[in-house]
């Protein structure tokens, strides 16, 4: 028999199946171990973001003093010419205004962005945080089924032979053998140039532990060169360091380097709270702090806004882009002046 308090916390899909045939999922559900676990998934998430907060607690204290350091310096030049101007005006002497500052009583902070560098940063991000989502959804979310990392990695025979809807293929290939056993896919990749210029990707896959995941060159899912599994007895504990080794070792120049067209990494297996997770800790780090970590951050023209609230943020940067190709950052800086009479 099942308790009372079981049966109120049972999803419906299990207890609308006869126990004769599901018998395990429901002894599963009845078990006080397991529903605890069930309630303690927010405290944990609500503990993951109090440490990413703790991590980026030291880097939200340097870009606050360089960013007060910027505006004392401009403050002591403008002093400085504001008591040049005013020197040689006692002296008799004439100024030439410049209309650009006299009319404008704003300060311009401009800033070049390096794209490449920009586009590397966005993947170690996103790999680091898809990885350990990934990770604790296998082994948080599906309580009663045990689950292994394998980890696979994707070779071309020919330098010349990428293409960019490869790895899609091969993405969709997974996926169809996950959903043929009925289970949720979980995978992320990372897109990798090797010495000799050719791309290779690694991938980390989330299989249960009664399930043989097979060659996916023997499989036919990657015919364009080789692909090499890692034993299964081989025990990845650190997924998320394992995956951010290889995110890290992608470097400016091997970003500038790879094909036009191709992605650096994927993820396939997020649910809608992963999702979350991953698009807040992408937003810039004014506006986590002015939404919060419970907010759903979308990008909108003009800013940031919170869907679950609608609050928006105004970004107070806007981008220009030059013929050349190159891409500046620039925004206005109220001028904080007063020259005394």
Wanted: proline share 5%.
């Amino acid at each position: 028999m099942i308790d009372g308090l079981a049966m109120d916390l049972c999803p419906a899909d299990v207890l609308g199946r006869r126990l004769g045939r599901a018998p395990f999922a429901v002894r599963a559900w009845s078990n006080p171990a397991v529903r605890a676990m069930a309630s303690i998934r927010a405290a944990n998430a609500r503990e993951y973001v109090a440490q990413q907060n703790a991590i980026d607690a030291p880097f939200q204290d340097l870009a606050r003093a360089k960013f007060f350091a910027s505006d004392s310096c401009a403050f002591a030049a403008a002093c400085a010419s504001a008591s040049e101007a005013s020197g040689a005006a006692r002296g008799g002497a004439l100024t030439k205004l410049d209309s650009s500052k006299t009319n404008d009583t704003h300060a311009r902070e401009v800033v070049e962005v390096d794209v490449f560098a920009s586009r590397v940063r966005r993947l170690q991000k996103a790999v680091q945080n898809s990885a350990h989502m990934l990770d604790a959804d296998a082994h948080v979310g599906d309580v009663w089924q045990r689950w292994r990392r394998l980890f696979v990695t994707l070779t071309y025979a020919d330098v010349s032979g990428w293409r960019p809807n490869h790895i899609n293929a091969f993405t969709k290939c997974v996926r169809e053998w996950f959903r043929r056993r009925d289970c949720r896919c979980r995978i992320v990749w990372v897109l990798e140039m090797q010495k000799r210029g050719a791309v290779h990707y690694h991938c980390m896959i989330w299989v249960r532990s009664k399930d043989y995941f097979p060659n996916p060159h023997a499989r036919g899912w990657w015919p364009h060169g080789f692909a090499h599994v890692l034993s299964s007895k081989v025990q990845i504990n650190r997924p998320v360091a394992y995956m951010a080794k290889y995110a890290s070792k992608c470097t400016v120049d091997q970003a500038m380097s790879i094909p036009k067209g191709a992605r650096m990494h994927g993820v396939c297996g997020l649910k809608p709270e992963g999702r979350r997770v991953i698009r807040f800790w992408r937003a810039p780090l004014f506006v986590r702090d002015a939404l919060g970590g419970a907010a759903d951050i979308r990008k909108v023209p003009g800013g940031y806004m919170d869907r679950f609230t609608g609050e928006m943020v105004i970004s107070p940067w806007h981008v220009t882009v030059l013929p050349s190709g190159r891409v500046f950052a620039w925004r206005d800086v109220p001028a904080q002046l007063e020259i005394a009479a």
